[in-house]
């Protein structure tokens, strides 16, 4: 049993901390993600740097069990001054989610704030949707419904070496659990330790090489020289799709377009 003296919980996934998903923590002492595993929009305890709020985190393979009375009894024991439970208008809870909002009313002796359906021009906001802008690198949709820029983190490691000798430096990350936006290049910033930077940005197989998956960053007009360990990228904008190229010199005059779009997206020139 956790020993705190919380009154108010939102429950649910969480998956983005996108704009319904606000709606629902803005009303809230503590947030109450049910965690699964990996194709996260933000995975994990990454959910918690987007929330002012305490998280708690429930495994769904250790709840996935529970009765939806006896999953209220755990929110009751695990939150003894518990008063109010915040969740979104479709919430599913039990074995199977044969509870909902209804049935939550009923079992739960404190208040339930049901928040329906979140809307952005007329777009339902949804995990989902935001995914499927991803996929289609529409960086704009995926952003406003957000209600922020989408972002992924990861550890820097070794690339081919062909940047800095025949192309242009850049960092190459390893990034575990995210959704991925579509194969492409993309006008981003950068984050080194406590400073984001405009960069340009490369994710998908190195098809005029290697044929490898990489997710690589560019930082514009400034030698950050060797960086180590753990760099955020934000996405402002798509420029390209993912392309092969008949020779290094082709894909370095195209690499130059793209620094200049992107500057350009960024009002840097």
């Avoid at 001054?81 to 599913?92: M, P, S």
């Avoid at 560019?218 to 960086?227: N, Q, R, S, T």
Wanted: with cysteine; aromatic share 10%; glycine share 10%.
């Amino acid at each position: 049993m956790y020993g705190n003296s919380i009154k108010s919980i939102a429950i649910g996934s969480f998956d983005g901390i996108h704009q319904g998903h606000q709606a629902l923590i803005n009303q809230v002492e503590a947030v109450v993600i049910v965690e699964r595993n990996g194709g996260y929009l933000t995975p994990g305890y990454k959910r918690c740097l987007s929330v002012k709020q305490p998280c708690f985190f429930y495994h769904f393979e250790y709840i996935k069990a529970l009765s939806a009375k006896a999953f209220v009894s755990k929110l009751k024991e695990d939150f003894p001054q518990l008063e109010t439970i915040v969740v979104g208008y479709d919430f599913g809870f039990g074995y199977k989610k044969e509870g909902n909002t209804i049935l939550l009313k009923t079992l739960f002796d404190g208040e339930v704030i049901v928040v329906e359906e979140v809307k952005s021009e007329n777009i339902s906001v949804h995990s989902r949707t935001i995914k499927k802008y991803l996929t289609e690198g529409n960086i704009k949709m995926v952003n406003q419904l957000l209600g922020r820029s989408f972002m992924i983190g990861g550890q820097v490691i070794s690339g081919q070496g062909l940047g800095k000798k025949e192309l242009v430096p850049t960092l190459n990350l390893n990034v575990y659990d995210y959704s991925l936006p579509k194969e492409g290049v993309y006008a981003t910033r950068t984050k080194i330790g406590e400073v984001w930077l405009p960069s340009v940005s490369f994710l998908g197989h190195r098809v005029t090489t290697d044929g490898s998956y990489a997710i690589e960053t560019h930082i514009l007009d400034k030698d950050i020289g060797a960086i180590f360990g753990s760099v955020w990228i934000e996405f402002i904008a798509f420029i390209r799709d993912n392309k092969k190229f008949d020779s290094l010199d082709a894909l370095k005059q195209v690499i130059g377009d793209d620094i200049i779009e992107a500057k350009k997206m960024m009002a840097l020139l």
